[in-house]
Structures are given as C-alpha cells and as structure tokens.
C-alpha cells in the first residue's frame, strides 16, 4: 500500500475586501447608494465599511474619482474588487506560477496588499489579525 501524504491547502480567497469603483461624480454615487441601498458613508467621505460574516473583518465600498488610477486604467477599468485571502503569500506565488503578473507584497497598518490582473484588475488582501 503506497501511503498518503499529507497534501496542504491551498491559499485561497475567504470573502470579499472591498468594491472599488471609478466615479464620474463621486459625491452622487454615494448619495444614490446612501438613498437607494441605506448605505451609511463615513462622514461624507466616498467609502463605506460594511458588515461581515467572517469575524474581525469589513468589506468596504469605496467610490473613486474618474481618473483615480488606483483601481487602475481608468480608460478600461471601471471597477476592482478586493479579495481577502488567508495566504498573500502563497496566493501570490500561485498566479506567478500561472503567468499572472503580480505586484509585490505592501505591509501596511490594515493588513498585507498585492495586485494582480485578471484581465482587468484585482486586489489581494490578507488582514492583520486585530
């Protein structure tokens, strides 16, 4: 009998991070999601944290200015979603082994950070445990 080894799990996505969009008037889209959906923004700022299911942790809708190139090409680019992953490391080692350019790993105050490009844009987020 050839015995089984112990194969580890893959580092993946737990939830989402955030929805960044590209405004063209970002004060307006964050009237119509505050009137529309009941979203509360953060003192008139363009972003709102959200609840979640996963414990410790928030996804934020954020609203960008047309050209903000943030989210990236605002020629192309309308949108990024923000992937909250258990692994940054491995998550990042696993596109570059498929081909995907990504960017190095950022250690900031909320958690670690890489982007990558799906065919638009993506960003990858592990939170600090607090």
Partial sequence: ???????PPLAKATGIG?????????SALVEWYSSALGIGFLDGA???VLANDEPGSVTILAMFG???PYIGDPQRQAVMVNFRVDDL?????????LGVEAEPIVDEENGRFSWATDPESIELWEPNGS
Avoid: K, N, Q, Y
Avoid at 1 to 7: A, S
Avoid at 89 to 97: K, Y
């Fill in 66 to 68: 047309a050209d903000d």
């Fill in 46 to 48: 363009p972003f709102a």
């Fill in 89 to 97: 490391s491995g998550v990042v080692e696993r596109l570059r082994g």
């Fill in 18 to 26: 955030g929805v960044f969009l590209h405004a063209r008037d970002s």
């Fill in 1 to 7: 009998m050839v015995p089984l080894r112990r194969i």
